[in-house]
């Protein structure tokens, strides 16, 4: 006589039916549990695989901005040229305004910071940041594209 055995609990039964009826009436959600479990795995790559693209598009749109020259390189290049120098503090608003208006451009500006350099801020008088030294003149405060333009000869 044949024996049949359960595979999830190791029970024997005589014939194949009464075996099918135990795992239809004891195991339903041991087979549900599993089908369950590979739709959910699926998902999960699914999930997975969308975050892994949008981090891809995220990290190339900031590579492409971040070699994308910036709006005013040619001006500030122009006034680095021209020997203007910009003194100012990294802790100050205001010069941290007038270094946000270059933008990217800021890197190509001769920025002296009168924290780390106060024997030359002291010699040259600076009281209040930012001062600009253009053509040996001294422009306090914030100053604008047009003023810079218009005192160093460099166009905007």
Same mark, same amino acid.
Request: glycine share 6%; net charge neutral; with cysteine.
């Given at each position: ?16 039916? $009464? %075996?099918?009826?135990?795992?239809? +009436? /004891?195991?339903?959600?041991?087979? !549900?549990?599993?089908? *369950? ?21 995220? $990290? %190339?749109?900031?590579?492409?901005? +971040? /070699?994308?020259?910036?709006?005013? !390189?040619?001006?500030? *290049? ?79």
């Amino acid at each position: 006589m044949a024996e049949f055995k359960c595979e999830i609990c190791s029970k024997k039964f005589e014939t194949n039916e $009464s %075996l099918e009826q135990h795992k239809s +009436m /004891k195991h339903a959600d041991a087979r !549900d549990e599993k089908e *369950k479990r590979g739709k959910t795995n699926f998902r999960k790559y699914i999930i997975l695989g969308i975050i892994g693209l949008i981090i891809v598009f995220l $990290s %190339l749109s900031v590579y492409s901005y +971040m /070699k994308k020259p910036g709006s005013y !390189d040619d001006f500030a *290049k122009c006034l680095s040229e021209k020997g203007a120098v910009v003194y100012g503090n990294d802790f100050c608003s205001y010069t941290n305004k007038q270094l946000n208006y270059f933008g990217k451009s800021d890197k190509y500006l001769n920025y002296v910071k009168c924290a780390e350099n106060e024997a030359l801020c002291n010699e040259k008088n600076i009281k209040i940041t930012p001062t600009w030294e253009i053509d040996g003149k001294m422009y306090e405060q914030v100053q604008s594209f047009e003023t810079l333009s218009s005192v160093s000869g460099c166009e905007i």
